[in-house]
């Protein structure tokens, strides 16, 4: 009886060709990937975010702070007789590493009474958050950094898009930074205007804020450590630890606020290959941070 024999050496030479043209055509699929804008805020119910308010249970959404009305994500107190400190967030109820996101927002109205001096017309992006399931009852603010929203008194100048630390810190111009707060270079946002706020964050690396298409402010290296968070486990602020990804969410700070537009260009699939990632921002228009990334 004849016995055929499979000859792998034979077809080594196909088989290797074939590796390499799919990695080919994997590489040129990736660079021409059209990554589409995911919509967090549907415009129409508060689907897929969890409310937290300090003092309250987590998916408590005390007096309503949280709404939808007119298809905007409004932030309101009228069901409140005094702030009495009860900070809130709005969490997008999925963790982010690499991404861009992009928030458009007004300041309305007037400061709800109770409300500390510094939180006129403030509020916030909180980007690589903790998990919003490990906030206790009475923490103030989640563990994470923030994208500072201000907005102007009509006279004088407050930048916005500022960075705050609540229980992190960033390295900035090559050395830790510990201060709470830093001023972006954003110009002034009077009145009750919509004002596009962007952050491109890459994982533990680099993050920029942008605004009208230009950095503002950039920094590194996140990482969990130092104060300005209360009221919190211990056993989830680990210091030093790096900050690799984690929840967005906006704030309650005792000044009514409105979102729409709520964005996100998810870039994690790029993460570990910096030449497509550079090659995805340019094909979005963010061409000019490709060679700011480290």
Request: charged letters at 20%; hydrophobic letters at 35%; one cysteine or more.
């Amino acid at each position: 009886m004849k016995t055929n024999t499979f000859n792998l050496a034979y077809y080594l030479p196909v088989l290797f060709v074939l590796s390499l043209f799919s990695c080919s055509l994997q590489n040129r699929q990736n660079e021409g990937e059209d990554v589409q804008w995911i919509q967090l805020f549907n415009g129409e119910d508060l689907e897929n975010w969890i409310v937290k308010i300090a003092k309250h249970e987590l998916g408590e959404n005390f007096a309503n702070t949280f709404r939808v009305e007119d298809g905007l994500m409004k932030v309101r107190y009228d069901g409140y007789e005094d702030f009495d400190y009860q900070y809130g967030h709005i969490f997008y109820n999925k963790p982010f590493s690499h991404y861009v996101l992009k928030v458009e927002y007004r300041f309305v109205g007037d400061q709800v009474k109770g409300g500390e001096g510094w939180a006129f017309r403030n509020s916030g992006a909180m980007l690589h958050g903790q998990d919003p399931h490990t906030m206790l009852k009475d923490q103030d603010f989640p563990i994470s950094i923030e994208g500072q929203l201000l907005g102007g008194d009509g006279v004088n100048p407050r930048s916005t898009n500022n960075l705050c630390t609540p229980g992190t810190h960033v390295v900035m111009n090559g050395e830790l930074f510990t201060p709470h707060c830093v001023n972006s270079s954003s110009k002034t946002y009077h009145g009750d205007e919509w004002v596009t706020a962007e952050f491109l964050v890459l994982g533990d690396s680099v993050v920029h804020h942008i605004m009208e298409g230009e950095a503002v402010l950039t920094y590194s290296k996140p990482q969990i450590g130092g104060g300005n968070v209360a009221n919190f486990d211990p056993i989830v602020k680990k210091d030093g630890a790096p900050l690799k990804g984690g929840y967005i969410s906006l704030q309650s700070e005792s000044h009514p606020i409105d979102f729409r537009n709520v964005e996100i260009l998810d870039l994690s699939r790029w993460a570990t290959s910096p030449k497509h990632l550079d090659s995805i921002l340019m094909k979005k228009g963010y061409g000019a941070f490709t060679s700011n990334r480290k």
